[in-house]
């Protein structure tokens, strides 16, 4: 059975900051491409954070670029997004995304969503 386990969403203030986890298991994670996800209220889904499935190569939404970082472990099965400088606009559910395509088709497992807060 697959998992995605995100943990470290909460409550902050503008200009604070949070590390989102990701703990993968039932999947051999070092063959995935691992994304963050994250979705406002009334706002479709979006794109926030990509990283390979060997971490060499990392790409990001224009709205976090030098504010977020994206990491992966591989011996320890988890993903990591390092949130700086937050904003009440980063507020949102916060999902991890394990995406892995072969010749057997495409292979796409989901978190169940980290709720990110930002307020004074």
């Known amino acids: 059975q697959v998992q995605l386990v995100e943990s470290g969403g909460g409550l902050v203030q503008p200009g604070g900051s949070l590390r989102l986890s990701c703990a993968a298991s039932?999947?051999?994670?070092?063959?995935?491409?691992m994304n963050w996800y994250r979705q406002a209220p009334g706002k479709e889904r979006e794109l926030v954070a990509s990283?390979?499935?060997?971490?060499?190569?990392?790409n990001y939404a224009d709205s976090v670029k030098g504010r977020f970082t994206i990491a992966r472990d591989n011996a320890l099965n988890t993903g990591y997004l390092q949130m700086n400088s937050l904003k009440p606009d980063d507020t949102a559910v916060y999902y991890c995304?394990?995406?892995?395509?072969?010749?057997?088709?495409?292979?796409?497992?989901w978190g169940q969503g980290t709720q990110v807060t930002v307020s004074s």
């Open positions: 995304n394990a995406q892995s395509s072969s010749w057997s088709g495409v292979y796409s497992y």
């Open positions: 039932g999947i051999t994670f070092s063959a995935y491409a």
């Open positions: 990283i390979t499935s060997a971490g060499g190569k990392t």
